[in-house]
């Protein structure tokens, strides 16, 4: 094999679009990168599910491809996932259920009921999992309401991390971080609810064992040896949820340093050393490890806004649009011309935690075309966006330093709309692959391969930094009231249509969301 030197770990990211498997040596260096997209299937409204099967032969071919391109012993792999995924297992382990995602919003009605009873913010500050649609305590409801057959099959409800490890390591097992987002484990006992399991008609003998992040597998089964060309007593980490592991990979492991990451969707995060939901319940609260711990919000809408203005505003330019599309955005000046757009395309999440808003351009005029449209919509990410920093900030934490990562930050356009929205300079690191890189920086941690989490933040280099505009920070600053306002104005209108939905034409089939 040549050199024989430790120490690669390999971060395994379990996506919403595609898994990627990315080597990395403990000086941070990334060695080699495989990535498989599969499709997110929605077969129709609101619901939004993926094949297990399909994500777990994504994991092998990724893996596989690492391992050979890279050609030294691997110390070991360290997993990421997407999280609020579930699905319904028989007793041998096989799906019984899609794996129902984050995005799917099926349970809206569930989810409503549950937030407003006492105990709905009750379970909130209790498992730091807002009660909304994407958490699957929800979606356990619905099962039982509209599928009780298959709820009545089912043996073991999991995640799609832990489906994939069961196939991996032959373990059943879930993590902190995992279990954090579910709204079915108490984040300050790092047990199980009762009250959620009751609520949700499950008992914990259907559930993963829970474990630490930094727990490690030591042996892979023999099927997944031969097919990733690993040693079958390869170490496994179990590892993490990916925005927590997001946050590590860019570096923002100190209490003050905000993670913003716009992928498909977004999110805002910030690290805190202990877990607490604000007494609105306006933001999440996930675990990292036993005294790291990220508390944020994320948003539906990402650059998923992108991909749609390109089919609805400009079809003719096709697919792979975005550089022609953010040219066009560039033409319209800040603010819009006073157009705003509520970004709501699939619902949202923070930090209103409700399905019930849909899409909507205020302010339209004769004069506005379609460059203003198309900025109107990247403004409108960005000001969810500080939406949810403001309720960060509302729920007692400060926020002193923001570092961002994802597809958006190839566009120096919208690099700099984020820091004038913000109102902050906003840094971006070298080219890191976030939560692959978080997993594997986590591995390296319980491996023994470096002392501490903590040498994220002296690994990832900063390369460039948006600083804020004065004049547009000010004008965004003077919008966002007015953006703020326009949530709770239109419920009315937004419940009306939701009434009115069953006697209209059926919605247009969704597009499915850029990789």
């Avoid at 893996?63 to 890279?70: D, K, L, N, P, W």
């Avoid at 500050?125 to 305590?137: E, F, Q, S």
């Avoid at 108490?186 to 009762?194: A, S, V």
């Avoid at 007692?396 to 597809?407: C, F, H, L, P, T």
Wanted: glycine share 10%.
């Amino acid at each position: 094999m040549g050199d024989t030197t430790p120490g690669i770990v390999i971060g395994v990211d379990l996506g919403t679009t595609s898994t990627k498997a990315v080597a990395f040596d403990v000086n941070g260096d990334q060695l080699a990168h495989h990535s498989v997209g599969y499709p997110l299937d929605e077969p129709q409204p609101g619901y939004a599910e993926q094949d297990p099967h399909a994500i777990y032969a994504a994991a092998i071919e990724s893996i596989r491809t690492v391992v050979a391109e890279v050609g030294r012993p691997i110390a070991g792999l360290a997993f990421s996932s997407v999280m609020h995924s579930l699905i319904g297992l028989d007793p041998n382990g096989n799906p019984l259920t899609p794996s129902v995602t984050w995005a799917d919003s099926r349970a809206a009605r569930q989810a409503e009921r549950l937030r407003a009873v006492p105990s709905g913010l009750a379970l909130h500050r209790r498992t730091g999992t807002p009660v909304h649609p994407m958490a699957p305590l929800p979606k356990l409801l619905w099962y039982a309401e509209q599928e009780p057959t298959t709820f009545g099959r089912v043996a073991y409800w999991v995640g799609i991390k832990d489906w994939v490890l069961l196939r991996f390591c032959d373990a059943l097992m879930t993590d902190h971080s995992i279990a954090s987002a579910t709204g079915l484990m108490d984040i300050h006992q790092l047990t199980w609810d009762e009250e959620a399991l009751g609520i949700a008609g499950i008992t914990e003998e259907q559930l993963p064992e829970l474990v630490p992040t930094t727990r490690v597998l030591r042996g892979v089964t023999a099927e997944a040896a031969a097919a990733t060309g690993l040693p079958p007593d390869t170490r496994v980490v179990v590892g993490a949820g990916d925005g927590p592991l997001a946050n590590l990979g860019l570096g923002a492991v100190a209490p003050g340093v905000m993670a913003c990451s716009i992928g498909t969707s977004g999110a805002m995060r910030v690290m805190v050393e202990h877990p607490g939901v604000d007494p609105l319940g306006g933001v999440f609260c996930y675990a990292l490890t036993e005294n790291r711990w990220v508390v944020g919000g994320a948003i539906n809408n990402g650059g998923l806004v992108l991909g749609w203005a390109g089919d609805a505003l400009a079809p003719e330019l096709g697919e792979h649009a975005e550089a022609e599309l953010l040219a066009e955005a560039a033409k319209a000046p800040v603010g819009s011309g006073g157009l705003i757009m509520l970004p709501y395309l699939l619902s949202e999440r923070a930090p209103h935690w409700s399905a019930l808003p849909r899409g909507a351009y205020v302010g339209l005029t004769h004069g506005h075309r379609r460059t203003h449209l198309v900025r109107a919509a990247l403004e409108g990410v960005c000001q969810q966006l500080a939406l949810v920093m403001a309720s960060v900030r509302a729920a007692g934490n400060e926020v002193r330093e923001i570092r961002a990562s994802g597809g958006f930050a190839r566009s120096p356009l919208w690099r700099q709309m984020l820091a004038d929205v913000l109102g902050m300079p906003v840094r971006f690191p070298a080219g890191h692959e976030g939560s692959s890189y978080g997993a594997a920086l986590l591995g390296m941690q319980a491996l023994g391969l470096v002392a501490s989490i903590d040498v994220a933040a002296d690994l990832v280099e900063i390369t460039e930094t948006a600083r804020p505009e004065p004049a547009a920070a000010a004008t965004y600053a003077s919008l966002l009231p007015v953006y703020a306002e326009l949530y709770d104005a239109l419920v009315p209108a937004f419940t009306s249509l939701r009434r009115l939905a069953p006697g209209l034409p059926p919605e247009p089939p969704p597009t499915p969301p850029p990789s």
